[in-house]
């Protein structure tokens, strides 16, 4: 079925959304807010449709050329296997800003039941990037076969684990952006020995340390580690070559890591504070953004970033509960807190502990569930709270409320778990005193939300 309809917004992923002549809610993929166009409906529900533009009577002013050759998304495309990585690249920056903050907006008014106007007015800016493309300091990528056997190494395609084989990504820093095709050849070459049994590579490169760091993810067993590293050495100028064994799928049970060169970890400098990484541990993958949520969290809880460092917490207890390798926390002590840590990865928890003693930075590090922990941290002063995508797991926000700080950051990746979570803290007499989308991800739907919740008078 086909029909020529005007694009409304962007969705929450990669599809804009419009409207049937019937009144359904259709989805449409490769569209831009303004396009005016024929679409053919590909599927159609009970309550939505989806559908893809076929032809366009009117572009959109927002659309933009697309400007990586592996992700465009053409007008009449038939469903091309295209890397899933940057779907929101016909969208020109500014207008990729104003949907990521609608959409928050949005989360708010439908999940949270909050007045519009009241959404509208607690919600600031979003921040974006410097970068619009060149900002990811990981390059992820995932091991196939391709047609004739040969290993492959690529990109995801969208919504599916079908590899798309790239030669460099755009989205990544000068320095790991031609890393898939270095790290396709080197490995293609090592497989003709024998298979290494690779499911997984991680290149992290930092633009203010120059650290380099390539991890292999391989189930355990015999494994060529000099053979390898001297190969990958002269692909790629790395400071650091690892092998993280694990098995595909259930890559969170790290079995061990071998360091095969180098340093062993990555390094990378966020707001002047120097962190180690090893590669299993969690980072923030746009490192000048990453400097934005440090000072927006600092300061949502009283702490002042300066040039000279951080300051203004002299005394507070805090507690960072998902605090990886301590983006929040060792600023926070270097702020004057007594911040004491909770994180759940092995790895991330010998990270942090390794990073506040090396920046001088007196952090308790408990390794732990931030639910099952919590209750044991006594009353707090104040509190972070950077969960992953899931959010706040059941009875969390009822223990913050228990240790009753002052005022709690929440970073979010996930704008819809945030959205719930902000019922169950207002539920809890804290109230949503500031909030703002931090684009971490150009040419991605996903966003950050750095939230600050206050304490109500009144409350224990
Ligand atoms: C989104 S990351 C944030 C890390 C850190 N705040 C940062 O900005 O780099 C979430 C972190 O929570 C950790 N995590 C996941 N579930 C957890 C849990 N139940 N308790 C404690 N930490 C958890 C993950 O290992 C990861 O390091």
Redesign the pocket.
Known sequence: MEETLRIERMGYEEAAVAHLASGKTVFVEGACPGDVGAVAVLEEKASFATARLLSLDEASPVRVDQPCPYGVCLVGDPARLRCGGCPWQRLDYAAQLAAKRENVVARLVRSAHWDAARAQAVMGEAVGSKREWGYRNKVELAAAKDARGFFDLGFYAANSHDVVAVDACRAAVRGAERAPRAMRGALRYLQNSGDLDIFRVGVRHSLRTRSTEIALWTRPGAFPRAAVAKTLGSALKATSIVRVLAEPGKERKIKGLEVLAGAGHWEEEVAGVRFMVSAP????VNTAQ?ET?VRLVVEGLGGRVGEDGFAGLDGAYVA??????G??SVPLALAGADVVA????GS?VRDLRRNADANGADVDVVG????RELPDLGRLDALVV???RSGL?EGVVESIAAAAPERVAY?S?NPATWARDVVRFEDAGYRLDAARPVDLFPQTYHVEVASTFVRQEGRL
């Open positions: 541990s969690f980072f923030q990453a949520l960072d509960l998902y605090a990886g390798c983006t929040f909770v994180e759940s990865a991330s732990g569930d931030a639910g950077d969960p992953p797991g970073v990746c």
